[in-house]
């Protein structure tokens, strides 16, 4: 009869970080972004139906890199956490600091656990406040640690790379168009220091807007707005045409400058998620949204 192996403590755990680390990587990176109304999410992302970014409750968001099916059953957990406290209690106990509590302890019980393999995700958790300073973004790397970030976050794929990008840039009180621009800037950066075009179809972007008057806060940019926005700075520079010699030949041209409050209106979203009323139970809408079936290898 052969003995077994004899395997560390140290180096089960380093194994099984190395393993989830790369199947992290594997995904396709997103940003969260502070702005001067709210936070922004960006990502790549060129599915239409499989979202990296959702809403929790009121002024909760939810961030994901990683395998679908895995950041998917977390996300569900999070929204009937949020609604059966806000339902139980008060909705102004629903943080983002309780939940990613609650993720912490998910997902640190799976990462110690031998019986099972580590979640193959990495999340962001963020909340909108009253005012800038209220405003809260927390990283849960696969492990279950917490990190409390400041003004920008990356994860996924090339986290590392981006996030240096967005220190050494982003600033406090920036426009919803300069914070976009400036994370599609940092995921068209790639590892060996070369830029690529991101078209804005293959962009997902949300946000969570303080200015909004509903209580529910999160919200799509899509469409129009969302190109509007992307080219907000280039309208608001563009030369004007030269005067001509005739008379009422120095007509006004436009500047575009209206096009930066794009994502700060009270529009609603493209796909109509943030626009009623909250149910008097404080149920999300995607709290009854069934698990997609077949995408247990979906790199997101």
Do not use: W
Request: hydrophobic letters at 35%; charged letters at 25%; glycine letters at 12%.
């Amino acid at each position: 009869m052969s003995t077994p192996f004899y395997v560390s403590p140290q180096q089960a755990m380093a194994d099984r970080a190395e393993y989830a680390r790369k199947g992290i990587a594997r995904g396709r990176s997103l940003v969260v972004l502070q702005y001067a109304d709210g936070i922004v999410f960006v990502g790549e992302n060129p599915s239409r139906a499989l979202h990296k970014f959702s809403e929790i409750y009121d002024r909760i968001g939810f961030a994901a890199a990683g395998k679908y099916n895995e950041y998917e059953n977390l996300r569900i957990g999070g929204v009937r956490y949020a609604d059966l406290r806000g339902y139980t209690y008060d909705r102004d106990d629903v943080t983002a600091r309780g939940l990613a509590n609650v993720y912490a302890q998910t997902l640190g019980t799976i990462f110690s656990s031998a019986a099972e393999k580590p979640y193959e995700v990495e999340l962001v958790v963020a909340e909108v406040g009253a005012g800038p300073e209220g405003d809260q973004i927390y990283r849960l790397p696969h492990d279950g640690s917490i990190v409390d970030e400041h003004g920008s976050v990356a994860v996924g794929g090339n986290a590392e790379q981006i996030s240096g990008f967005l220190d050494q840039r982003h600033r406090d009180g920036m426009s919803l168009a300069e914070a976009l621009k400036l994370a599609v800037q940092a995921l068209s950066r790639e590892a060996n220091g070369n830029e690529r075009e991101i078209p804005a179809e293959r962009l997902e972007v949300a946000v969570l807007d303080r200015t909004r008057p509903q209580q529910r806060k999160f919200k799509r940019i899509v469409g129009a707005q969302l190109a509007r926005l992307l080219g907000a700075d280039d309208a608001a520079t563009a030369p004007t045409d030269a005067p001509s010699d005739t008379e009422g030949g120095d007509g006004d041209s436009g500047t575009g400058t209206d096009s930066a409050s794009g994502g700060t209106g009270d529009d609603a979203p493209a796909d109509g998620t943030s626009t009623d009323d909250a149910p008097a139970g404080g149920a999300s809408p995607d709290a009854g949204d069934e698990k997609p079936g077949g995408s247990g290898s979906t790199q997101e």
